[in-house]
């Protein structure tokens, strides 16, 4: 991997500022001295919606954007910000167009496919991107990638996974590596049975027992469609082939990962649970900036364990390898069904397990199609996504009416 040097002060954008992880990086962005005699400057905030904790995040930080994606909030995003000198859009456009602006480091934290287009416009600028949206990589993993790599930016894994395998993967004998260990929490349903998982709320479901995240991820995480989406995405990050990826469910989220080498060296990361680590891993990389994660207590931890995941508990693990074995826009069909499914969920229309059965049903659907091999294009990612999440409909409003 090559490595570039951070310049004197580092021009950050933040594609999703007002979720959890956006809210985690400008936090870091705080505790390194906020922004007046320090290495960063904010570029570009972006919202979903949220036009009140992005106006409050904009008063703060002072970027010199701020857009929102839904373009019927632009006057009230205007209106908030009266008098201050800060430019404003709404719209996916205007999303794209901060992500376009002239920032040295990208941070693609906006949930789901929505993410996709401004994080590729990012890369295509020559940014380094903080990944911390999964489905770019598992939707278009060989488009995002080939065009970080020809713009000449860097690929920045923000996922604790990831980014623990980033610390301590050699690039230079990728060779060398027997086998990268993504450890998993387990989720809340870890312990539950089959039955009473049929049975579980959302409420249930969002409840994580380590991690501070947003529903969607809360919802992956208990299914275990999060560490599925994790693997593949780790097959684009790392030169490695998919087979040389395990998943190893250890509920203390104490090591974020593992990579394994031809010599039986085994090399963890490890911290407390908390994503500004990773983030601020990313914010300074090569360098190192402070954190305000708590520091890891192992007198506390005490002891650490280890577990095989269930698949039979846990079928979005198998979908996954399916998946990625598949290839083509298997991955991105997996995505969309699952983002549909778990949105389906939480809404009350389905029940718990219905939402690997959904995924299931519309992998081998599109399993039955003339697909293209190998994805080249945003447009084929994005083709694949539509129809999945049309065929994902479809059984939501079955599975409903059963």
Not at 35 to 44: P, S, V
Not at 283 to 299: E, H, M, N, V, Y
Not at 310 to 324: T, V
């Amino acid at each position: 991997m090559e490595t570039r040097r951070a310049g004197a002060r580092r021009r950050i954008t933040i594609l999703g500022s007002t979720g959890s992880i956006g809210e985690s990086t400008l936090s870091v962005l705080d505790h390194a001295g906020g922004l007046g005699e320090t290495e960063f400057e904010i570029e570009a905030l972006t919202a979903n919606r949220n036009i009140e904790k992005l106006a409050e995040q904009a008063r703060k930080f002072r970027p010199k954007f701020v857009a929102v994606a839904d373009s019927t909030l632009g006057e009230e995003l205007k209106a908030a910000l009266a008098g201050t000198g800060i430019e404003t859009g709404a719209g996916e456009a205007a999303v794209e167009e901060a992500a376009a602006r002239d920032a040295d480091w990208v941070m693609a934290a906006i949930v789901g496919a929505a993410g996709l287009k401004p994080t590729l416009k990012a890369a295509q600028r020559g940014a380094d991107i903080a990944l911390a949206n999964k489905e770019c990589l598992v939707c278009a993993g060989d488009v995002v990638t080939k065009a970080i790599r020809e713009a000449g930016g860097a690929l920045l894994p923000v996922d604790s996974e990831h980014n623990a395998i980033f610390q301590v993967f050699d690039f230079d004998q990728p060779e060398r590596v027997s086998r990268l260990i993504l450890t998993a929490s387990g989720g809340p349903f870890r312990t539950w049975t089959r039955e009473a998982m049929g049975e579980a709320t959302p409420a249930q479901a969002v409840a994580h027992p380590n991690w501070s995240m947003g529903a969607k991820i809360s919802v992956d995480s208990a299914t275990m469609m999060n560490k599925g989406l994790e693997l593949i995405e780790a097959s684009h990050i790392f030169p490695v082939d998919h087979e040389k990826i395990e998943i190893l469910v250890h509920p203390q989220s104490v090591i974020h990962s593992m990579v394994e080498y031809c010599d039986g060296s085994v090399l963890a990361q490890l911290g407390t649970p908390d994503m500004r680590t990773p983030i601020a891993t990313t914010l300074a990389w090569p360098k190192r900036t402070p954190s305000p994660s708590a520091q890891l207590d192992f007198a506390k931890v005490a002891k650490l364990t280890f577990e095989d995941p269930d698949l039979i508990r846990f079928p979005a693990l198998r979908l996954a390898r399916e998946a990625i074995s598949a290839g083509g826009i298997m991955p991105a069909v997996l995505n969309a069904a699952n983002e549909v499914a778990v949105a389906a969920f939480l809404s009350g229309g389905i029940k718990f397990l219905d939402i690997a059965a959904i995924s299931e049903q519309v992998l081998e659907r599109s399993g039955r199609l003339n697909t293209p091999a190998r994805l080249t294009t945003l447009e084929e990612a994005m083709d694949a996504d539509g129809r999945a999440r049309a065929m994902a409909e479809e059984c939501v409003a079955a599975r409903a009416a059963a």
